[in-house]
């Protein structure tokens, strides 16, 4: 073997021992895993605040005043404008057997005053007769019937009268239906039950129904004459400053005759009462009820030689009298020009009086027919 051989054998030997030296190195050695880091501890979240939002309250919204029409009679908003109709009123039977009366809770004012014999009858003012329905006993008229449908330039129904309104009708020339002795009758008719029972003078009645259709074909003049107006204000409360509280009173018209007046809590009107029940109409047996009531305190007396004893009413001219509304009673004034002209009424210091929207009852009596609940006089202003 050359000297080089053995160099290059003797480089081989060397390198392979150091690989084995190598290798029994790292086998006596455990292999050691990779460094890894410990985590972290993770921090504590911090909550995030619930946020409660309340919705701000929402403005109130202004309402919007009406400014459609109204009705002339009781200033209550109505579908369409009546301002220039006519009024259509009805003489009403108030006998104690000819209860109860039919379409009365449909009047937008109404008018009781004494006739004969300790007895009262109503008239019955409609603005819009539409709605009433049924409509009596219709009876016969009295000169201050005819003198308050004056004071509407209204339609006068009836039937028959006292001598004393056939000339006051004949002699003015008062637009009336007379179901007795005149010649447009179609709009009447006689209620069987009631002939039958109470007697054919209270049978007589009409309806919402048989005058839309025939009062057309009557040619009458059916728009206010010129130059009028009933001329009452009204406002939504209608409660008079300065009245004294009273939660009731009667208006005594006769000895035998008086109607009462309580207020309804609920609903601010005043319930209608006589022959010591409810003044109930007919048609639904709901009890009348009104916004407000106005006493016209005005002498009453006998016609002189009239022979079934009919009272004479005096209404033109001016007097005082009372107005309830709202809970409250004030003293006011009347003034009535003459047979054609409505009611003004004032407060006592000569106000205009403003009157509640709604229904009004006027009690036409002598004075001191009113007293307050629980026997009181009247409240003085």
Not at 310 to 325: I, K, Q, W
């Amino acid at each position: 073997m050359n000297k080089r051989r053995r160099v290059i054998l003797l480089a081989s030997a060397l390198t392979l021992a150091a690989i084995v030296a190598v290798a029994l190195a790292r086998a006596g050695t455990p292999e050691r895993p990779p460094s890894v880091s410990a985590p972290s501890a993770s921090p504590t979240p911090i909550p995030t605040p619930t946020v409660v939002l309340t919705p701000s309250a929402s403005p109130t919204p202004t309402p919007t005043p009406y400014d459609g029409p109204r009705n002339p009679l009781t200033g209550m908003p109505i579908d369409s404008d009546m301002s220039a109709r006519r009024p259509i009123a009805v003489i009403l039977n108030n006998r104690r057997i000819a209860q109860p009366q039919h379409g009365i809770s449909k009047a937008d004012i109404i008018y009781e005053a004494p006739v004969e014999g300790g007895i009262t009858r109503m008239l019955a003012v409609y603005q819009d007769i539409a709605d009433a329905g049924v409509v009596g006993s219709v009876r016969s008229a009295r000169d201050c019937f005819v003198e308050l449908a004056q004071g509407h330039d209204a339609v006068l129904i009836h039937a028959g009268g006292s001598p004393q309104a056939y000339t006051a009708i004949i002699n003015r020339g008062v637009t009336s239906i007379d179901g007795v002795n005149g010649g447009r009758t179609q709009i009447f008719y006689r209620d069987r039950e009631r002939r039958a029972k109470m007697g054919y003078e209270h049978s007589l009645m009409t309806s919402s129904g048989l005058i839309a259709e025939y009062f057309p074909t009557y040619k009458l003049r059916l728009e206010y004459r010129d130059g009028y107006e009933y001329g009452a204000v009204f406002a939504d409360d209608g409660t008079p400053a300065g009245g004294a509280p009273v939660s009731g009173f009667t208006v005594a018209f006769s000895a035998a005759k008086t109607t009462s007046f309580s207020r309804d809590a609920s609903s601010g009107q005043y319930l209608v009462s006589q022959y010591k029940s409810a003044y109930a109409d007919g048609n639904d047996g709901v009890q009348l009820s009104v916004t407000n009531v106005i006493v016209i305190e005005t002498s009453v007396s006998l016609i002189p030689g009239d022979s079934e004893g009919r009272m004479d009413v005096r209404l033109t001219g001016s007097g005082s009298g009372y107005f309830a509304c709202g809970g409250k009673l004030v003293e006011i004034n009347w003034q009535k020009d003459d047979v054609q002209s409505p009611f003004s009424l004032t407060q006592k210091d000569g106000t205009p009086l403003t009157l509640g929207r709604g229904q009004s009852y006027f009690c036409i009596a002598p004075k001191g027919a009113l007293t307050a609940d629980g026997g009181e006089a009247a409240p003085k202003a």
